[in-house]
């Protein structure tokens, strides 16, 4: 009987082979590398066509040992991988998620931002006196954006025509406007405030564009401009609920008014110099009584056409400020001016002695001594802007008068004296005065007349009174007084002007008149911050302040303020008392 046909490849085999080779091919790197895997790959591949039933068993268990092997080392590799390839899609997916909620994030920061700049950014309305007092106020609040009602631009029309300080501010405050305008296309979302240069505002012009009639809660005349205007802060109140909406206004009973409504009302206060008059430079500095022991090691002097100069070095030397006059009293007194300042050395000059009669001032001594530091600025060629500020008997118009007499007449260094001053009066108005220009300022000008009178007495006490009229004609001959209004385009070439009455100039006059001056003329501005008559003039915004503050520390300029009245006794008990 004929022994069956064996198969040429065992089914176990075969089985082995088809689920090995591709186990071989495609697993971790862990199970190639190992020595058993090897092993029974060789085998597998070398397995005979027909071998016996001992051997096959013998290779069936391998394979199947082997086959069981590599299905343990596949499987953790496997679920490595794919919990490698899980974990890196959660992270990707993470790391989109956390970019999408950064952006959404940065979105609404920025937003955010947004919202609180404009929130913060405060609405100022203004009053038609603060375009008229300061025509640049449309660019000093910064940041905050500014609105103007319709009945402010309707005043400013109504206050546009004459010759006078008021009018000329209206037309510039329109020409601004204009000149806003035409640099915006959409008038309607505002205007930005920078369009002309001014970097320093930054915020928008808005226009009343619609029907702003508001309910004050109280009965007000409806015709009347202030209570339009407040109707308006009103309504903006409603309008802008989460803005801060403020009232500017230099009229005090608008901003009570404002106030007692429920309104935000504020002084416009942009234009003051000084918050406080108290903080005004004087011009003097008392030294300690340990300065020498402080500052007089490695002491320079010299002399130098009739004065000593001092080089000194201590921790005082940087708080000086130039043309500021020192003093110390005591047993090794000290009166000096500063000429320089370098860190911690300052160099000191001595001054002149004009409480001396040898040193008179065209007859006129010093009595204390501020009077003293004052006509050493008054007599100095170098000093070209002298400003003194005191009471009233202080002596600050005679000194001028004195000094300019001298310098006039006798050194020949000015051609003559140009005085001037504000026609405001203290009571009612006289209505207009006949005459020429000169004839006009007369009246105005009674300070003059009476210093006059007292300088001339001493003059020829032995001479007639031809002689003494004559002199009186001649002094007058030299002196010239001119109206403000006429003073825009003349240049003062050699002269003394004296500006009586500064207190009253506005800081735009006063630019206007100092920016006259031509070579070698010296201008001499005085007043009393305490006597101001100019209507929404205060001490920190009166011009006299202001060129205080800004000429402080020039060297061609210098400052007194003069403490002690010197006209009579009853004068200062008045002014003490009263």
């Known amino acids: 009987m004929p022994l069956p046909k064996l198969p040429t490849k065992p089914a176990d085999t075969i089985d082995i082979g088809t689920i090995a080779t591709p186990k071989i091919k495609t697993a971790a790197p862990a199970a190639r590398s190992h020595p058993k895997a090897n092993a029974v790959k060789a085998t597998a591949v070398a397995a005979p066509a027909q071998p016996d039933k001992a051997t096959s068993s013998a290779s069936a268990k391998t394979a199947r040992k082997t086959a069981a092997q590599k299905t343990e ?88 025509k004459g010759m006078t300080e008021v009018a000329r501010n209206a037309r510039q405050v329109s020409r601004s406007l204009d000149a806003l305008a035409a640099e915006t296309s959409d008038i309607l979302h505002g205007m930005q405030l920078n369009a002309l240069g001014n970097k320093d505002a930054t915020g928008l012009l808005l226009f009343q564009t619609s029907n702003m009639e508001s309910d004050l809660g109280i009965s007000l005349p409806a015709g009347k401009a202030d209570n339009m205007i407040l109707s308006v802060v009103r309504s903006l109140q409603k309008q802008y609920a989460d803005r801060q909406v403020i009232l500017v206004s230099k009229d005090i009973n608008m901003r009570l008014k404002a106030r007692a409504l429920g309104m935000e009302a504020e002084d416009y206060l942009n234009d003051h110099s000084l918050e406080d008059s108290d903080l005004l430079y004087d011009g003097i500095m008392q030294l300690p009584s340990n300065f020498w022991a402080r500052h007089g090691k490695d002491v320079e002097s010299w002399m130098q056409g009739g004065t000593t100069y001092y080089k000194i070095k201590g921790p005082l030397c940087p708080e000086f400020i130039i043309n500021e006059f020192v003093y110390l009293e005591g047993d090794t007194p000290l009166y000096a001016q500063v000429k320089e300042v370098s860190g911690k050395t300052a160099v000191l000059a001595t001054l002149r002695d004009y409480t001396h009669k040898k040193n008179n001032v065209w007859g006129v001594t010093a009595r204390n001594r501020e009077q003293n530091f004052a006509l050493n600025l008054l007599m100095n060629p170098d000093c070209d802007f002298v400003s003194l500020l005191g009471q009233a008997g202080t002596g600050k118009t005679l000194l001028a008068l004195a000094s300019g007499l001298t310098q006039v007449l006798e050194t020949k260094r000015y051609t003559e004296i140009i005085m001037t001053r504000v026609t405001v009066p203290v009571g009612e108005d006289i209505g207009f005065l006949p005459g020429t220009e000169e004839e006009k300022m007369q009246p105005w000008m009674g300070a003059l007349e009476d210093n006059l009178e007292f300088l001339n007495s001493g003059i020829h006490a032995e001479a007639g009174d031809w002689d003494r009229s004559a002199s009186k004609e001649f002094i007058k001959s030299h002196i010239k007084v ?15 002007v004296i500006i009586d009455e500064a207190q009253n100039l506005t800081p735009k006059q006063m630019k206007t008149l100092i920016t006259r001056a031509g070579p070698g003329t010296k201008i001499v501005c005085m007043g009393n911050i305490a006597q101001i008559d100019t209507p929404y003039l205060t001490e920190g915004s009166s011009g006299l302040t202001y060129v205080v503050d800004r000429f402080k520390g020039w060297t061609h300029s210098g400052h007194i303020t003069l403490q002690k009245g010197e006209r009579s006794r009853l004068a200062d008990y008045a002014s003490d008392a009263l």
Do not use: C, Y
Not at 482 to 496: A, E, I, P, Q, Y
């Open 73 to 160: 080392a596949k499987v953790p590799a496997q679920t490595v991988a794919k919990t490698t390839t899980k974990t890196a899609t959660t992270k990707t997916a993470a790391v989109k998620t956390a970019a999408v909620k950064t952006a959404a994030t940065k979105k609404t920061t920025n937003q955010t931002k947004t919202t609180t700049a404009t929130e913060t950014r405060k609405l100022f309305v203004l009053d038609t006196n603060v375009l008229l007092h300061d025509p640049s106020s449309l660019f000093r609040f910064q940041e905050h954006d500014i609105f103007l009602p319709m009945m402010t631009l309707e005043e400013l029309d109504h206050h546009k």
């Open 482 to 496: 001119k109206s403000l209004n006429f003073m825009r385009g003349r240049t003062f070439l050699n002269k003394f």
